[in-house]
């Protein structure tokens, strides 16, 4: 498990948000976005929680 919130390099789909938090917790990062997608459907701020999280979250330095 990662010790920090990162956005990896590679293996991401649109900014790497998804993928960073499934590596951050161990889970699949496919998974992940699926309950994001999934979540999309329900009324809430979804869309700018992912944005705002990928203008927090750092790019991984390698």
């Known amino acids: 498990m990662a010790s920090t919130l990162t956005r990896p390099r590679h293996g991401k789909v649109i900014a790497g948000v998804c993928a960073g938090l499934a590596e951050r917790f161990g889970w699949n990062p496919n998974m992940v976005r699926l309950a994001f997608l999934l979540s999309c459907?329900?009324?809430?701020?979804?869309?700018?929680?992912?944005?705002?999280?990928?203008?927090?979250?750092?790019?991984?330095?390698?």
Not at 41 to 62: D, E, S
């Open 41 to 62: 459907l329900l009324p809430g701020p979804q869309f700018i929680l992912y944005i705002v999280l990928w203008v927090l979250m750092p790019k991984r330095p390698y």
